[in-house]
């Protein structure tokens, strides 16, 4: 037993011999379209280097897509036998006859195959077991009018691996639109798992172009089919090039007015927030305007630029724009968001907005239309009657003493004290230092350092909230930031520019640094002249 062991083991160890006999050639289809691509397999019944077959005549005739090489050895009763494989993966070049040269590999040489090519367009072989087929949903379309490209894989063989090209068209933009769909269909009475995708393309430039289809490229297994000497299932490479298809692009037309916008539907809404047409002085309403167009792309939406009458404050956010897909027809969308403040009241009108787009369907332009509205303002609360928005929101500017009786009342209690001191004065020769002003009447005193507190933790809103009680009584009674902006002209820059930051585009933290020295010089210079006394002896 020992002995039989080790002379099977030297057996199966010793140098095995054999002789480099035969190169053959097959192919899978005698009969191929033109644009899809046939297998060649070349076989020699030895280990040869992967460099060793000569592929150059098939470039006449062919393109070589695909260059796989295999090696493998089997042994049967003690007979071992090699075996070198190339799996050319090749496309034809045109119609008609064509011959697969002889090729050589190191002395050896195959048979000559005979091959017919047809038209892309020629019905399928029954025994195709994968093809494509590719449609557009118009021929003829405008600039910027986005066009359905639909792309069918049909398989008759289970697919390893694979990959689909997206079609290309110069001066286009190409997108996938939605997911791929998986369905089976009947064709020459030969059941095919069908792979349907959709492309979106929309052409930029005008003019008569060709689309170049969608390719394929994979790997599929063919039932029953045998390849190596294993009798394992091998799979088949393929590779499908797209059929190109002709598409007009026509330019807009030179009677069309306005930024060029092509659809099939067109909407213009609003939204407001809240949703009244009565505010107050002060307070912020948010208006939403939306553009919808249907078989557009975001892209071509026209910007919004709605009109605002003096006296409104608008703080537009960043646009919001964004594609959908319906019933498998894209549609746009555009929101524009925009924070309004009124700095004074009165009824102001928001004037019509129309954006001017091209029917599609009907050939000829039409307008989305957004009504003009009516917002009326009243006062803050608390604030006396103001002069008519109509008159704009600029600050008077006419002197305070005008129409501020705060003015000749702390005038007149300051002459009284100065006659006072100086007969003081007059009589005991000693200096009176002066007492600090008093109001008229107290006002009700808010929680101290609430101001300063907000500008601390850096609170524009808090801050906004307590700052006509930190001004209260400086230069009158400040009730509201309207007052505040009537009394306090020097920091209604400050105070536009903060709501711009907490309504604008850029949302960010608000710097307060340059609103808390505005208000801290305006108490300084209030303090200053309190303290300082009129010369009674001017030379």
Request: charged share 20%; net charge neutral.
């Amino acid at each position: 037993m020992v002995i039989r062991f080790t002379l099977l083991l030297a057996l199966l160890m010793s140098p095995m011999t054999w002789a480099y006999t035969s190169l053959t050639a097959s192919v899978d289809n005698n009969t191929v379209r033109l644009g899809h691509s046939f297998v060649l397999n070349v076989v020699a019944d030895d280990e040869l280097s992967s460099n060793a077959l000569d592929t150059s005549p098939l470039l006449e005739a062919f393109n070589v897509v695909r260059n796989n090489v295999s090696r493998s050895t089997q042994i049967i009763n003690f007979n071992a036998r090699k075996e070198t494989r190339w799996q050319l993966l090749l496309i034809p070049k045109h119609t008609g006859t064509l011959l697969i040269p002889s090729l050589e590999a190191e002395g050896l040489a195959t048979q000559a195959i005979t091959l017919t090519v047809v038209e892309e367009s020629a019905e399928v072989a029954p025994n195709s077991p994968v093809f494509l087929r590719a449609s557009l949903a118009e021929e003829e379309v405008w600039l910027g009018q986005p066009v359905d490209y639909r792309v069918k894989l049909y398989l008759a063989a289970e697919l390893q691996r694979g990959s689909l090209t997206e079609p290309k068209l110069d001066g286009a933009s190409v997108v996938q639109l939605g997911q791929d769909s998986n369905t089976t269909e009947m064709v020459d009475g030969r059941r095919y798992r069908v792979i349907e995708r959709h492309y979106l393309i929309t052409p930029q430039q005008s003019g008569e172009f060709m689309i170049r289809g969608s390719d394929f490229s994979g790997d599929i297994l063919r039932a029953g089919r045998s390849n190596d000497l294993f009798s394992r299932s091998l799979s088949t490479p393929v590779q499908l090039v797209g059929q190109s298809q002709p598409i007009k692009v026509k330019a807009p037309p030179a009677s069309f007015n306005g930024p060029w916008l092509v659809a099939n539907a067109v909407a213009l809404t609003e939204q407001w927030s809240p949703q009244q047409s009565q505010v107050r002085v002060g307070e912020p309403l948010t208006r939403i305007i939306t553009l919808t167009a249907v078989g557009a792309t975001e892209a071509a939406l026209p910007a919004l630029k709605p009109d605002y009458p003096q006296g409104l404050k608008s703080y537009p956010d960043k646009d919001d724009r964004s594609d959908q897909v319906r019933n498998k027809e894209v549609v746009a969308k555009l929101e524009q968001s925009t924070a309004l403040v009124a700095s004074r009241p009165g009824t102001y009108t928001l004037p019509e907005l129309k954006i001017a787009w091209w029917n599609a369907k009907l050939n000829r332009q039409q307008w989305a239309t957004l009504p003009a509205r009516t917002l009326t303002v009243l006062p803050a609360e608390n604030q006396a009657p103001l002069p008519p928005a109509a008159q704009g929101d600029a600050v008077s500017s006419q002197p305070e003493t005008q129409s501020n009786p705060w003015f000749y009342s702390t005038w007149a209690l300051l002459m009284a004290l100065f006659a006072s001191l100086y007969w003081g004065y007059r009589r005991t020769g000693v200096t009176t230092e002066p007492q600090p002003l008093q109001s008229e009447a107290k006002r009700p005193r808010q929680p101290a350092c609430a101001f300063e507190l907000a500008i601390k933790a850096g609170d524009l809103n808090a801050a906004l909230q307590t700052l006509p009680d930190r001004l209260n009584g400086l230069r009158g009674p400040t009730a509201d930031l309207a007052q505040v902006r009537q009394r306090f002209p020097e920091l209604v820059p400050e105070l536009d520019k903060l709501m711009c930051q907490g309504f604008g585009p850029e949302a960010s933290v608000s710097d307060l640094g340059e609103l808390a020295r505005q208000v801290a010089l305006i108490k300084q210079k209030k303090e200053k002249n309190q303290g300082e006394l009129p010369d009674l002896n001017p030379m």
